[in-house]
């Protein structure tokens, strides 16, 4: 598997848990002292999924176009 391809897979997966937990938005909660933020975990999909883009966006050939006057 190319490094392209597991980077799409991640995006791919990251949108869909993204999809899942907004569809059923769950309460943030503490139990034996552990912290489990919905909200939190939400923005670090997010977060993941920016990564993945910038570095589909660094893969991808581009050509830039200009024009010289004198």
Request: aromatic fraction near 8%; include cysteine; charged fraction near 25%.
């Amino acid at each position: 598997m190319s490094d392209a391809t597991t980077v799409a897979t991640i995006k791919t997966q990251a949108l869909a848990r993204i999809e899942e937990i907004t569809a059923t938005p769950k309460p943030s909660y503490t139990i034996d002292g552990q912290s489990i933020s919905w909200g939190d975990y939400l923005s670090q999909l997010r977060e993941t999924v920016k990564w993945c883009d910038e570095q589909i966006a660094a893969e991808t050939p581009y050509e830039v176009q200009s024009r010289g006057y004198t």
